[in-house]
């Protein structure tokens, strides 16, 4: 198969085999994929003259080949997924992924908006209804998203609107960023910087949750000092200080993490609940209650264009999500 990799100084273009699928693989012929800050991150990771990385974790594209124990899909089917980040990623014309963490797109949308789906509705998904437990009985409660105008948060505040109809106080820096938040559904948007003093100038209740996907570093104190007794907060990025885990104490603050590749990574017992995620994601987009949230994309998929996806990605300034299709 055709690949683009990173060899620690610059993409390439390359042929690399592959083998037929076996167990639960599909072998997939890629037709878009999407741009997130995690293969900016993985891409930083690899060092100069060690074996060339093919990033890409999201994806949609066409079941060419199924392994012997796939139950789920079957050859021609049109599939979105945001794959293992342990193994070669969807920068190439084809791809290995296990079917339980696969499928089918959303009928009503073509492959490059459904490619800017799977990675940041299964990040908000499981941050919102898994690791801080929100359910439909939180409607009267009140959920903060420091960061709201990329993938994760634009995701998060349809979520908590559409499917709880909690209160959702979103942050965003620029004006067409805020925009961009009312117009997906959050009540109140604020900027990132001061958040406590603007609170206090608005008259906002303390939330009930924090979802904060900057990096903690920047907010920690502020989220501790705005959260709710008994609230909960969510991080995705990682710190880079060690914290007083103290702080949390007099208010019996639950923190907790989410790492949607955890899944795949460990091979977990409940992997095919990603699967179940993503089905449902695409039935809530063919109802009309959610959209996609790609708001840019190239043409073809090659070097130039995913070298530069990755310069607008590590700009830190994209609204929504930025597809690269065939």
């Known amino acids: 198969m055709k690949a683009i990799g990173y060899n620690g100084d610059e993409f390439i273009e390359f042929e690399k085999s592959v083998n037929s699928p076996k167990g639960h693989d599909l072998f997939v012929e890629v037709k878009a994929v999407a741009i997130n800050p ?8 690899v060092l100069k003259n060690s074996e060339t990385k093919i990033l890409g974790y999201d994806c949609a594209g066409i079941v060419q080949a199924v392994g012997d124990k796939v139950s789920l899909f079957k050859v021609g089917d049109e599939v979105y997924y945001a794959g293992d980040i342990t193994r070669d990623g969807s920068n190439a014309s084809h791809q290995l992924v296990d079917e339980r963490i696969v499928a089918l797109k959303p009928k009503t949308l073509d ?11 299964i990040t908000a998904w499981e941050s919102l209804f898994e690791r801080l437990k929100i359910t439909q009985a939180d409607s009267d409660k009140t959920l903060l998203l420091i960061g709201a105008a990329g993938g994760v948060g634009s995701m998060a505040i349809q979520f908590a609107k559409q499917m709880v109809g909690m209160t959702v106080i979103a942050t965003a820096s ?21 958040l406590v003093e603007q609170f206090k100038q608005q008259s906002l209740s303390s939330p009930d949750y924090i979802l904060c996907m900057g990096v903690p570093d920047d907010y920690f104190a502020q989220m501790v000092e705005l959260i709710t007794p008994q609230g909960s907060i969510c991080l995705l990025a990682n710190t880079r200080e060690a914290y007083d885990i103290n702080l949390l104490k007099a208010k019996s603050i639950t923190l907790v993490w989410e790492m949607m590749f955890t899944r795949s990574m460990f091979q977990t017992i409940d992997m095919n609940e990603q699967h179940k995620l993503l089905t449902k994601v695409a039935s809530l987009i063919d109802q009309n209650i959610i ?5 840019e994309t190239y043409h073809p998929i090659n070097i130039d264009n995913i070298s530069n996806a990755h310069q607008v990605i590590e700009q830190a300034k994209m609204i929504g999500k930025l597809a690269v299709t065939n």
């Open 291 to 295: 959209k996609t949230i790609l708001t």
């Open 111 to 121: 492959f490059a908006q459904s490619a800017a789906l799977p990675l940041t509705s």
């Open 38 to 45: 995690i293969d900016s991150k993985v891409k930083r990771s």
């Open 174 to 194: 620029r004006v067409e960023s805020k925009a961009w938040c009312h117009e997906l559904g959050a009540d109140i948007v604020l900027d990132h910087q001061q």
